[in-house]
């Protein structure tokens, strides 16, 4: 964790030939509920990423027109996973690497 609220998820490389990117899941656990995506870029395999969950999550639910707005003490986990070259506008789920999603354990920031 970050002093400025970012956190940096690493995680261990996937050995499998199909492997196009990982997707990173930030989830908002309690009291706002809410998973969005980090931003990703196919054929890049990177084993890390920052995140800043509080003012990101912030401004999705801002442009969702919800009034509801990250506090301290809020619960978070990360998830991420291998996924195979995907499609635009599919389903994703035939492309998920089975046996590749690891999550943290919940966490809450500074």
């Known amino acids: 964790m970050l002093s400025d609220g970012g956190v940096d ?35 890049i395999v990177d084993t890390s990423s920052r995140i800043h969950p509080a003012p990101y999550l912030n401004k999705l639910l801002s442009d969702e027109r919800r009034t509801e707005r990250v506090a301290p003490g809020q619960i978070w986990h990360v998830c991420v996973t291998g996924m195979r070259a995907t499609p635009n506008n599919v389903d994703i789920t035939p492309y998920i690497i089975k046996g590749s999603k690891a999550c943290s354990d919940d966490f809450t920031l500074p």
């Open 9 to 43: 998820v690493t995680w261990s490389a996937l050995s499998d030939s199909e492997l196009n990117y990982y997707s990173v899941d930030v989830s908002a656990v309690s009291p706002i509920t809410y998973t969005y995506g980090v931003p990703y870029h196919p054929g």
